[in-house]
């Protein structure tokens, strides 16, 4: 059986999902196209060979699906997701879940209450080389991992009066929209965090209401660290997205434009034969895209099993609050007291 799709949110990120759609039309059937922007929801039809049906508003488009892919702005997700969800709908909603706490809860709760998927997309999560960068570091392959640093330097520039722009729509600014992941991706790396900064400024982003760049720094309960820089900002790029991960016998690097994991080490043991100055080795291989498909194709299982989703509501809300608690200490010029939050601190039962 296929499953039947409304993409609600027709924008950058819908468009990105649906040009590696092409993979998946064995399982889905796109039954549904919304935006209150209807040209920019035909144009969107437009690169599908099913011939969905176009709405406004998504309401009216619930009777045609069984899944949904929410990809509106932030301070709309709690109310559309559940709606969905309270129509029988299952949801992969595009990140941050929502713009607070209380929603996040509500969200979770309705997914609960009508028995629901509710998943959120966190894409890298499926990237098949952070997946080998995380069993590497769990399984100390090269020893303790003592610090992960991931860069991440765009142009994300909007008109200031753009939904991204403000702080009430955005939910906060780099760090909340876009670090997001990377806040998700050190807690799954490296464990429950202890303290933490967030240092920022909208210096080269003026258009944004709150941070454009991001300076994030914890230490978790192993002892590593882990860091953050993320910009908005950048009119050029080196580092591009990049992740180096420092453990006692070499440096992982994962390297997205080019689709590659390396491995640095001056260390002859991991260098047959060559013993001075560090070493590169590729350790593994994979296309540069985001890996959107996998991440569709987990959510089309966990609907068809029951699963939980790996990147579930809950752990997302866990990764939400370790923003929360950054940006507060950062206006308070506090270190934040990490202690209690990450990964497995919250207990659904609870909610
Ligand atoms: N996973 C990723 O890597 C990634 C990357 C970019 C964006 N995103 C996420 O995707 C989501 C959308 O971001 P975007 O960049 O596509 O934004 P966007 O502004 O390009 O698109 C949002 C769309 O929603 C439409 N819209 C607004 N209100 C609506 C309503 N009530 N009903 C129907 N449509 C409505 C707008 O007209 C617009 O077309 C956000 O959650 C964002 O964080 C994720």
């Known amino acids: 059986m296929k499953h039947r799709i409304a993409l609600i949110g027709c924008g950058g990120m819908a468009t990105s999902h649906v040009r590696r759609f092409e993979d998946l039309y064995n399982r889905l059937e796109v039954a549904a196209i919304v935006d209150i922007d209807r040209e920019r929801a035909e144009n969107l039809a437009k690169l599908l060979p099913d011939k969905p049906k176009v709405f406004t508003d998504y309401h009216d488009a619930l009777p045609c699906c069984d899944v949904v892919l929410m990809a509106l702005p932030h301070h709309l997700h709690a109310q559309c997701t559940i709606d969905c969800l309270n129509a029988g709908k299952h949801v992969l909603a595009e990140k941050p879940l929502a713009n607070n706490e209380e929603d996040c809860i509500d969200m979770i709760r309705a997914a609960k209450a009508n028995n629901r998927v509710l998943m959120v997309a966190y894409c890298m999560r499926f990237h098949p080389l952070l997946i080998k960068m995380k069993e590497l570091i769990t399984a100390e392959t090269y020893g303790k991992c003592f610090q992960l640093s991931i860069w991440t330097e765009q142009h994300t520039e909007r008109a200031p009066d753009n939904w991204m722009c403000r702080k009430a729509t955005l939910g906060g600014g780099q760090l909340f929209s876009h670090g997001c992941h990377y806040i998700d991706?050190?807690?799954?790396?490296?464990?429950?965090?202890?303290?933490?900064?967030?240092?920022?400024?909208?210096?080269?982003?003026?258009?944004?209401?709150?941070?454009?760049?991001?300076?994030?720094?914890?230490?978790?309960?192993?002892?590593?660290?882990?860091?953050?820089?993320?910009?908005?900002?950048?009119?050029?790029?080196?580092?591009?997205?990049?992740?180096?991960?420092?453990?006692?016998?070499?440096?992982?690097?994962?390297?997205?434009?080019?689709?590659?994991?390396?491995?640095?080490?001056?260390?002859?043991?991991?260098?047959?034969?060559?013993?001075?100055?560090?070493?590169?080795?590729?350790?593994?291989?994979?296309?540069?895209?985001?890996?959107?498909?996998?991440?569709?194709?987990?959510?089309?299982?966990?609907?068809?099993?029951?699963?939980?989703?790996?990147?579930?509501?809950?752990?997302?809300?866990?990764?939400l609050k370790v923003i929360w608690k950054l940006y507060e200490a950062e206006e308070q010029l506090k270190i934040a007291n990490l202690k209690g939050y990450g990964f497995g601190t919250i207990n659904p039962n609870d909610l």
């Not at 709150?210 to 950048?234: C, L, Q």
């Not at 070493?279 to 959510?299: D, G, N, W, Y």
């Open 185 to 319: 991706l050190m807690l799954w790396m490296l464990g429950r965090p202890v303290i933490g900064t967030h240092i920022s400024s909208n210096m080269g982003t003026p258009w944004m209401e709150r941070e454009g760049t991001s300076n994030v720094t914890i230490t978790f309960e192993s002892g590593a660290m882990g860091y953050h820089f993320g910009t908005w900002g950048a009119r050029g790029t080196r580092h591009g997205y990049a992740f180096h991960a420092h453990c006692e016998e070499g440096m992982l690097e994962f390297d997205l434009a080019a689709g590659k994991l390396y491995l640095h080490s001056n260390l002859s043991k991991h260098n047959p034969g060559e013993n001075e100055n560090s070493k590169i080795s590729v350790l593994a291989e994979a296309p540069s895209c985001k890996p959107t498909i996998q991440e569709m194709r987990h959510f089309l299982d966990c609907v068809e099993t029951g699963a939980t989703p790996i990147t579930n509501a809950i752990e997302s809300l866990e990764g």
